[in-house]
C-alpha cells in the first residue's frame, strides 16, 4: 500500500480530486447567488451542476493518463482506488446539487394553470424607471432613488392614469436595451427614464418619456436647480408627463401634483435616506429607517411623510422580528393619526392605519380608513394589497379581497408579496387549483422565498395532500427561522402522527430567539389533538395584545375548534357574528358599486 500511495502522490491524483471538489462546490456557490439574482430559468442550474458532476471525473482520468511519465504499469489495487476517489467525489457533488434542488424543486401540479388573453395596455399607463445615479458620490444613490419615488408618488394620485409601483420597476437597470418587451411585461403605454446628479446644493435631473411600442421620444427635459427648489422639479416633470398623456386632472389631482412636503430641505433628505432603507425590508434597516423620518421630524414636526414613515416602520418591523405588535402598534397608530392630521390629503398613512386597526379587530373603522386611502391615491398598490390581505379576509369576503389582489397586481406585477397574498386569498376562498397555480407564479418569481413555500404547504394541506404539504414546511424551515414556519412544520407533523418531531419543535419554539407568536404554539397542540392547551395559547395571545386572531372566524387551520365553547366565546370576542354580518353586506355593497 505504501508503493501505491508513493504512485498516486507522484501522479498527483488526490490534490487534482480535492482541488476540483473544492473549486466546484465554490462555483455552485456562485451560480446558486447569480440565478437567483437574475432569474436563470431551473434548467440551466441543472445543466451546469451536471457538467461539473460528468467534468470531476473526466479530470480524474486526465490526471491519471497525464501524471508522471514514470509512472508504472496500472495495478488492480490503483484501479480500486481510483475508482472509490472518483466515486466519493461524485457523491458530493451529486448531493450538494440534489441539496441545492431540494430547495426549490415544485411538487407536481394536477393541472397546468389554464393560458388567458393578456389583458389590453392603457394608453395612459407609465412606469418610472430607476433613476441612474450620475453624483460622483456614490453614496447619494439614496436620493437618485427618492426622486424616482416622489415623482411616482405624484403619478399614483392621478386616477385615470395606470402607474406601476416601484417595487416592480426595480427590478430593471435605469436604461435598459429593450423597453418594448419590459412594457409589455409591466402592461404599460409608456415608460419614463432619467438621472440624477447631485452636487453639495446643486442638482441636475434629466428625464425622458418614452412611447414604448415604437421606442420613440415624446418628451424629455432637464432641470439645474438648487436642493430648495427640488419638489418643483418633481412638480414639473408630472405635469408635463399629464400634460404629453393628455390626462385630464381634477382640482384635487392638481394641487397634489403641486405639494411641497416640507420647506426644510436638510430633512427632506433624511427623509429620502428614511426610505431608502425601509425600502430594504428587513429588521436592522427598518430601524435605520426610523432614525432617519425621526431625525427629519426633529427639523420639521410638520412633515406628514415622515410621520407617515414612522407609522409605516412600527406596522412592518414585528413582521421581520425587530418588535412584537404589542410594543409596535401603538406606536404606529399614534404615528399615522399625527400623519393624517397634518395632511388629510396623503392616502398612504389612511391605508396604514387601517392595516393597524385590522390588528387590534376595529374591523368598521379599517374599512373606512381602507377606502378613503384608495379614493385619495388610487394607484397606490400597497394600499390595494394591505385591503385585500387583511380585513377583508377577517370578515369573510373573500371575492372582494382577491380583486383588491388582482389590482394591486396590475399595479405591481412583479410583487413577490402581492403574488403570494392572492394565492393566500384563493386559498382563503377554498379555490386550491387557483391558489396552486398562483403560488406557482410567486416561486418563478423568487423560489428561496420562504413565504411562498410555507404558504405553498397551507395550500396543500387544505386540498388533502399532507405529506407535500410537510415537505414545503420543511423547506420554509431550512429557508429561514421564522418561528411561525417552524410551528406550521410542527402541527402538520402532529396531524401526520409523527408526535416526536412535533413535541421537538414545540420546545424549539419556547427557545426561540426571534419574537413567536402565541398563535403558533397552539397550532402544535392543536395537530396534537390537545384542545384545551391550544385553546389556553390562543386566550393568552389576546391578552397580550397580538394581533394574530384577527381571521379567527375563517382561519382553515383553527377549524377543528369550531364548536368548542372556549373558541366560539373567543370568536365572539373577537368579530361578533351580528358586527360581522352587517360588515360583510356593507363590504359587498361598496364592492358591487365601485366595480
Keep these: 500500500m505504501n508503493d501505491v500511495w508513493q504512485r498516486l502522490k507522484r501522479r498527483k491524483l488526490v490534490q487534482w480530486a480535492i482541488a476540483y471538489v473544492a473549486a466546484a462546490f465554490a462555483l455552485l456557490q456562485g451560480i446558486d447567488i447569480v440565478a437567483q439574482q437574475f432569474g436563470w430559468p431551473e434548467g440551466v442550474r441543472r445543466g451546469i451542476t451536471l457538467a461539473l458532476v460528468v467534468g470531476f471525473f473526466v479530470t480524474l482520468v486526465l490526471a491519471w493518463y497525464h501524471g508522471e511519465r514514470g509512472a508504472q504499469r496500472v495495478s488492480t489495487t490503483e484501479l480500486l482506488i481510483l475508482a472509490l476517489l472518483l466515486s466519493l467525489g461524485g457523491a458530493f457533488l ?74 416592480s420597476t426595480a ?92 420647506e426644510n430641505s436638510q430633512a427632506h433628505e433624511l427623509y429620502l435616506k428614511g426610505m431608502y432603507f425601509w425600502n430594504k425590508r428587513n429588521a436592522a434597516d427598518l430601524k435605520k429607517a426610523l ?57 398612504v398613512p389612511h391605508a396604514t392605519l387601517g392595516n393597524i386597526l385590522t390588528g387590534t379587530f376595529e374591523f368598521a373603522a379599517s374599512i ?69 397555480a398562483q403560488i406557482h407564479k410567486a416561486l418563478e418569481l423568487d423560489p428561496y422565498s420562504y413565504l ?30 421564522d418561528p411561525f414556519a417552524l410551528a406550521l412544520l410542527g402541527q402538520a407533523q402532529a396531524l401526520a402522527g409523527n408526535r416526536p418531531a412535533a413535541l421537538e419543535i414545540l420546545q424549539k419554539l419556547t427557545v426561540a430567539k426571534r419574537y413567536v407568536p402565541d398563535y403558533s404554539v397552539a397550532l402544535v397542540y392543536l395537530g396534537l389533538g390537545e384542545k384545551d392547551r391550544a385553546m389556553d395559547w390562543l386566550e393568552k395571545s389576546i391578552a397580550e395584545g397580538q394581533p394574530d386572531l384577527n381571521v379567527i372566524r375563517f382561519d382553515p387551520l383553527l377549524k377543528p375548534l369550531h364548536g368548542n365553547p372556549r373558541f366560539e366565546a373567543l370568536a365572539e370576542k373577537i368579530a361578533p357574528a351580528r358586527v360581522l354580518a352587517a360588515l360583510t353586506t356593507n363590504s359587498k355593497s361598496y364592492f358591487r358599486k365601485t366595480e
Aim: net charge negative; with cysteine.
Design 94 to 167: 451529486w448531493r450538494y446539487a440534489a441539496m441545492s434542488q431540494a430547495k426549490i424543486a415544485f411538487l407536481p401540479v394536477a393541472s397546468a394553470p389554464s393560458s388567458s388573453v393578456a389583458p389590453a395596455i392603457p394608453e395612459k399607463s407609465i412606469a418610472v424607471l430607476p433613476f441612474e445615479n450620475l453624483s460622483s458620490e456614490k453614496e447619494n444613490a439614496y436620493f437618485a432613488d427618492g426622486i424616482q419615488d416622489e415623482i411616482l408618488t405624484r403619478l399614483t394620485r392621478i386616477g385615470s392614469l395606470k402607474v406601476i409601483s416601484r417595487t
Design 171 to 262: 427590478h430593471y437597470a435605469s436604461s435598459p436595451e429593450n423597453l418594448p418587451e419590459i412594457a409589455r411585461q409591466l402592461g404599460v403605454a409608456n415608460i419614463l427614464e432619467g438621472s440624477v446628479q447631485k452636487s453639495g446644493d446643486a442638482v441636475r435631473v434629466n428625464v425622458q418619456l418614452i412611447e414604448a411600442a415604437n421606442d420613440s421620444h415624446l418628451w424629455a427635459d432637464t432641470f439645474d436647480r438648487k436642493l430648495t427648489d427640488v419638489f418643483g422639479v418633481e412638480s414639473e416633470i408630472a405635469k408635463s408627463i399629464a400634460d404629453t398623456l393628455r390626462v385630464k386632472l381634477s382640482a384635487p389631482e392638481a394641487q397634489a401634483l403641486n405639494e411641497r412636503p416640507t
Design 291 to 347: 432614525d432617519f423620518f425621526n431625525q427629519a421630524i426633529a427639523l420639521d414636526p410638520n412633515y406628514a411623510l415622515a410621520w407617515s414613515g414612522v407609522a409605516q416602520v412600527y406596522v412592518l418591523l414585528p413582521l421581520y422580528g425587530g418588535d412584537s405588535p404589542a410594543e409596535a402598534l401603538p406606536k404606529a397608530k399614534e404615528a399615522a393619526q399625527k400623519a393624517i392630521a397634518l395632511d388629510p390629503t396623503l392616502g
Design 368 to 436: 373606512r380608513e381602507f377606502e378613503k386611502a384608495i379614493e385619495l391615491d388610487p394607484n397606490d398598490a400597497t394600499t390595494h394589497h394591505w385591503f385585500g390581505d387583511s380585513v377583508l379576509e377577517c370578515i369573510g369576503d373573500n371575492n372582494r379581497a382577491i380583486a383588491e389582489h388582482k389590482r394591486a397586481l396590475e399595479l405591481d406585477p412583479l410583487s413577490l408579496a402581492i403574488n403570494i397574498d392572492l394565492a393566500y386569498s384563493y386559498y382563503m376562498a377554498a379555490r386550491y387549483p387557483e391558489a396552486i
Design 452 to 481: 411562498a413555500h410555507y404558504n405553498f404547504g397551507w395550500i396543500l394541506q387544505a386540498s388533502g395532500d399532507l405529506p407535500a404539504a410537510i415537505v414545503e414546511y420543511e423547506k420554509a424551515v431550512a429557508l429561514d427561522s
